[in-house]
């Protein structure tokens, strides 16, 4: 389908795009990498009237460590994440996540931004986010916030971002023991059930874990009953096995749709659980 007839702006840096939005009263919309706003607009379940793209604005992208956190702008596009030798070096796991996402053309376009906006429920940076506790930048024309991942995915597409709000850039402490696992739609590559784990252990005891779920309900959440099981266990595979069992027996409302059915995606979240933990658990190995 053709999309509605929309204007069209390019913005050449964050303050001309935060001052596009808000001369746009409401009536803007950012296009970054188009890879899930232009099939809505082609379906007419999305009809705005001016486009402000914020896909060539340099300071937008990047990937940067200082301080010992991590920081990703809102404009670095998948394959840029999934190839940046630093994440690799210091949380694979988010470059890891970004090499599942789609095919080398959505890759090479969508953004992180734009995936954290746009809040499929089978996208899967949230699950990422989630596991890395991570801050989430944003700036509007006259202030700037910061929302924990654990706040910002709220439902279906909906997340905590006002109409007049570019997200920047997120920050992280970064996690070497942790690791995304996910059964994939076949054809483009969405999350039907995926889970990232991320350890903390010190003196043979996991201290904390942190465990994101994409794909599986309305908007990727915490697995907290696994997180407080794994609590002060040794990190043996045993531990995380026993504890996987309960991944998603909390959870009401499981997706079912032509790709999976509710029973099946239920069954699936501990095996993958399983598995991102046990992927987490190698990385320790490598690491100690
Ligand atoms: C064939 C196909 C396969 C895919 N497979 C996967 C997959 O396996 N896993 C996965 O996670 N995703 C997948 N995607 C989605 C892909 O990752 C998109 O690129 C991503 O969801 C949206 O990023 P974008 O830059 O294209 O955003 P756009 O489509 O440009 O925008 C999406 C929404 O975000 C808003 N937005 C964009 N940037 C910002 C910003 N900085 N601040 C505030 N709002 C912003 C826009 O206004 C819009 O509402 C797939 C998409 C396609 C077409």
Redesign the pocket.
């Known amino acids: 389908m053709i999309p509605t007839a929309f204007d069209y702006q390019r913005a050449t840096s964050l303050d001309d795009a935060l001052a596009k939005l808000s001369a746009s009263n409401g009536a803007g919309?950012?296009?970054?990498?188009?890879?899930?706003?232009?099939?809505?607009m082609k379906l007419r379940l999305?009809e705005?009237t001016m486009l402000i793209d914020?896909?060539r604005i340099p300071d937008?992208a990047g990937i940067r460590e200082q301080d010992g956190t991590l920081e990703i702008g809102?404009?670095t596009?998948?394959h840029d994440v999934a190839t940046s030798p630093v994440l690799r070096q210091h949380c694979p796991v988010v470059a890891d996540?970004a090499a599942?996402?789609?095919?080398p053309?959505?890759?090479n376009?969508?953004?992180?931004?734009?995936?954290?906006?746009?809040a499929?429920p089978?996208?899967?940076?949230?699950a990422v986010m989630l596991a890395l506790d991570a801050e989430i930048h944003?700036r509007s024309s006259t202030a700037a916030r910061v929302v924990l991942a654990r706040d910002f995915f709220q439902n279906v597409l909906t997340v905590d971002?006002a109409p007049d709000?570019?997200?920047?850039a997120v920050r992280f402490a970064p996690v070497r023991a942790a690791s995304y696992a996910?059964l994939?739609?076949r054809?483009?590559?969405?999350?039907i059930v995926?889970v990232a784990a991320a350890l903390d252990v010190s003196d043979g005891v996991i201290r904390s874990a942190r465990i994101g779920l994409?794909g599986a309900v309305s908007h990727a959440v915490r697995l907290t009953t696994v997180e407080a099981a794994l609590a002060g266990c040794e990190p043996t595979s045993r531990a995380c096995a026993e504890a996987a069992r309960l991944a998603g027996s909390d959870l009401e409302d499981i997706n079912g749709d032509i790709h999976a059915s509710e029973t099946y995606r239920r069954a699936m979240i501990p095996v993958f659980t399983r598995r991102a933990l046990d992927g987490a658990l190698a990385r320790l190995t490598v690491q100690s």
């Open positions: 919309k950012l296009i970054a990498g188009g890879h899930s706003l232009v099939p809505l999305s705005p914020i896909a937008l809102a404009g596009v998948h996540t599942t996402i789609g095919d053309q959505v890759r376009r969508g953004t992180l931004g734009g995936s954290l906006a746009h499929d089978a996208a899967d940076y949230p944003l971002l709000e570019i997200i920047t996910k994939y739609q054809a483009s590559r969405f999350a995926g994409t």
